[in-house]
């Protein structure tokens, strides 16, 4: 399909040899490029634990409002996961989203019901391009919508969002509109 094809370590199937970047055809995005010469160097140089997962790759997109992903759709979730469930918090509901303007944003959280599994966090809105990474980092960590909901988010902050959207997930949502 014109593209150099890599294992997780950023390996071509010639000996030594490895590619990162667009030509991989893989997600096509400058930070995972960052990524894939950051684990093509360290598996060089001995790591072999070092990988990419690309099913937790963020994606931003700047424009007003902004957008930000990271994970699977309620669409792909629901295809590959039996028993999904989904939030979403109406961001304009926070003190710090309207203190900064009309913007129009939520918070989405796609999870596995039976186990609290975060599959994906979708946002739009005041600076989610920013926020998109704690979603990233808790799916790096394996952690669950408890989690997100168990850990304080600072007020007035936009991430008080994510952790608006992880509490409606639970059943205990108090700040709807």
Known sequence: RGAVAIDDHCRTKV?????IG????????????????????????????????????????FMHPEL??????EAEAREQVQGVKVSKFNQQILGRDQAEGPAGGFVKIV??????????VHMAGHRVTDLIHEAALAM???LLVDDI????????????????????????GIHMK
């Open 15 to 19: 000996p030594g040899i490895y590619a």
């Open 22 to 61: 667009d030509v991989t055809g893989e997600v096509m995005l400058a930070h995972v490029a960052s990524r894939q010469g950051i684990v093509a160097v360290e598996h060089i140089a001995g790591h072999p634990e070092a990988r990419i997962d690309y099913g937790r790759v963020p994606g931003v997109i």
């Open 68 to 73: 930000a992903s990271v994970g699977l759709s």
């Open 111 to 120: 999870g596995e019901e039976a186990t609290g599994r975060i599959l994906g």
């Open 140 to 142: 790096t960590a394996e």
């Open 149 to 172: 909901a168990a850990t304080i988010h600072a007020h007035p902050t936009f991430a008080e969002g994510i952790l608006e959207a992880a509490e409606m997930w639970l059943g205990r």
